[in-house]
């Protein structure tokens, strides 16, 4: 082999044939068009024969050709465009929009002079647009649709939905508290069960816990009540001694309770209020037996007051309480159970503050009272209040003042005054406190509400027993708008027959036996057969003694009849008669007496019957 040297050669179909040997050279070879021309031509010809011998012309995927001078000229462009002056580019955009703006503009174009601020107001407008998309609107309230909810004649006095929307509880002066669940309910919005856990006390609270399972039950009692979902007793609190003066040795309430809530963090942790003037907060797991902490309020003159209306922080450590000398009182367990870490004393004026609650976000307090007005606090600034509402007269000492979800609005309700047939909630802004929007409920008073973060949904306790639901068909999700849809069926009863028969309906009449199509005939028949309904005992009609009439009217009668005779005395016979009619059985069969003395019975002397001798005459005494 010569080293150095390259040598080509060509593959064709007919490799004896067609081949060519290239001698090898020094150097490659020499490029130009009439080579390639030739190469293109065997090219074409290869292809040929390949599609002539196995069908197809060309293997795999073209290779792409590139035209290299057009890519240069590409190049160069963007390179111009890039090195250009900016206010070159400002002329070629004006003149772009420009030439756009003449193609699409349909008649004559509208003189500067008459619209000078066109250019500008659109993109006002846009960015309006665009604020409102991006910032909903803050004081929105689901109010567009409604449904009723039942519950009772009398006035409902305590609404609680559980954290995830699913249930509704609701108590009532009637004693009564009903449970609503919204995934089985239909459009008819009927209550799965109704009780009295406290017997024949008002339901003042109730309030579901934070995961939902349990529900506290404030009553008028001294005794607070929890119940699981379905409504069955879990615990209930101990009740204190009411002799002792110190209310800190008791281990429970002594007098009825007017408030109580579940803590927001501590899952197993609630508190009551009583008019015993405490506070006690409880255990779950303990059992109720004794309570774990307790607040003694006192008034100005240093005797206690009763806390009318009470609520955890959102951190669950500190606790306001609203008192009936209209003062309000905070409680800090890590500072002190002693004093009240903040307090101011004339909140309101004298009377039941009806209701106190938090805000969900920032420093804020919001208190109802029986004074007709609402109020609102800054906890950090704990002297004056921010803002005041008046004129709003409440009935009620458990009227609601709430917050919506965002915080953005405040709202109450009111009861009727005199001559009044029309029952508000009232809506306010929390910034300023004006009213933005007001609902007509119904013909009664307006007493407790709650608005659902989670349903959006407002629900509102009316002095007639209903539960009005509000809600949006938009921005409303499950709860309500679950059921409201649901289309109520009376359920079909299938009267089936009490007893399979044989059909023969060709079987003489002697035979035959009536079809029966329901079973209601033969339970007629049954229930006049005193063995087949179990009829009990009819009363007596005559007689003394009860059922022992039916046998005389002694108890010795009744002895006689049922156990000592075998058969029956008339009541109209002799008994001396009926007795000597077995002296003969009895001397012939002794049966009881002769045989138990046969052994011991002395020998008879005389037979005879001894003469009668007359008593010797009394002496008189002289």
């Known amino acids: 082999m010569n080293k150095g040297k390259i040598s080509f050669g060509k593959i064709s179909t007919n490799f004896g044939e067609n081949a060519e040997k290239i001698e090898a050279s020094g150097s490659i070879g020499t490029f130009g068009p009439p080579k390639a021309m030739e190469l293109l031509e065997d090219d074409s010809k290869e292809r040929e024969q390949i599609k002539e011998v196995m069908g197809i012309s060309s293997f795999g995927k073209k290779a792409k050709n590139f035209d290299v001078q057009e890519m240069m000229e590409q190049v160069k462009a963007t390179a111009r465009e890039i090195t250009k002056p900016p206010e070159e580019q400002q002329d070629e955009a004006s003149e772009d929009s420009d030439s756009d703006s003449e193609d699409d503009l349909i008649g004559p174009p509208i003189p500067p002079d008459l619209n000078p601020a066109a250019s500008s107001q659109p993109s006002k407008s846009q960015s309006s647009d665009s604020e409102e998309e991006e910032e909903p609107n803050k004081l929105f309230i689901p109010c567009t649709s409604e449904v009723i909810m039942t519950h009772g004649n009398k006035a409902v006095t305590a609404v609680s939905v559980d954290p995830s929307g699913a249930r509704l509880a609701s108590g009532s002066v009637d004693y009564d508290v009903s449970f609503w669940d919204f995934a089985g309910m239909d459009s008819s919005m009927r209550s799965f069960r109704t009780l009295q856990p406290a017997e024949n006390h008002p339901i003042r609270y109730l309030n579901y816990s934070g995961t939902g399972d349990l529900l506290l039950v404030i009553s008028g009692a001294s005794q607070a009540k929890v119940l699981d979902r379905d409504g069955f007793e879990q615990l209930e609190t101990v009740k204190g001694d009411m002799y002792i003066t110190d209310q800190a040795q008791t281990k429970g309430h002594t007098a009825g309770l007017l408030a109580g809530c579940w803590n927001p963090l501590i899952k197993e942790e609630f508190l009551t209020t009583s008019a015993d003037g405490t506070v006690r907060t409880w255990d779950f797991y303990e059992g109720g037996k004794n309570h774990k902490s307790i607040i003694k309020c006192r008034a100005q003159n240093g005797l206690k007051v009763s806390p009318t209306a009470v609520t955890y922080g959102r951190d669950g450590k500190v606790i306001a309480c609203g008192c009936v000398d209209g003062s309000l009182q905070l409680w800090d367990f890590r500072k002190s159970s002693v004093a009240p870490a903040s307090q101011i004393r004339k909140a309101h004026l004298p009377g039941e503050v009806t209701s106190i609650r938090f805000s969900n976000v920032g420093n804020n307090l919001l208190t109802r009272s029986c004074d007709e007005t609402m109020k609102l606090w800054d906890v950090r600034n704990f002297k004056k209040s921010l803002f005041e509402v008046g004129d709003l007269f409440t009935r009620y000492d458990t009227t609601d003042a709430i917050f919506s979800p965002n915080d953005a609005i405040v709202a109450t309700g009111v009861s009727l005054r005199k001559n009044e047939t029309s029952g508000y909630i009232y809506f306010y802004d929390s910034t300023n406190f004006t009213q933005i929007h007001k609902i007509l409920i119904t013909n009664s008073h307006t007493i407790k509400l709650l608005w659902h973060p989670k349903l959006n949904q407002i629900f509102v306790g009316t002095g007639n027993g209903m539960i009005k639901c509000f809600y949006d068909q938009k921005k409303s999700l499950r709860g309500a708008t679950l059921c409201a849809v649901k289309v109520h069926r009376k359920a079909q009863h299938s009267e089936i027959v009490s007893s399979q028969q044989v059909i023969t309906p060709h079987a003489l009449p002697l035979f035959r036996q009536e079809r029966r199509k329901t079973s209601r005939k033969q339970m007629e ?45 008339d009541d109209d016979q002799d008994p001396r008669e009926a007795i000597l009619k077995y002296a003969k059985e009895a001397a012939e069969n002794p049966y009881w007496i002769t045989p138990a003395y046969a052994k011991t019975q002395p020998e008879v002397v005389a037979k005879g019957k001894a003469p009668l001798e007359e008593p010797p005459e009394k002496k008189t005494k002289k």
């Open 525 to 569: 028949k049954d229930r006049l057969d005193p063995v087949k309904s179990r009829r009990p005992d009819l009363p007596i009609t005559s007689g003394q003694g009860g059922r022992v009439a039916s046998s005389g009217g002694t108890l010795s009668s009744y002895v006689i009849r049922n156990l000592g005779l075998s058969k029956r005395v």
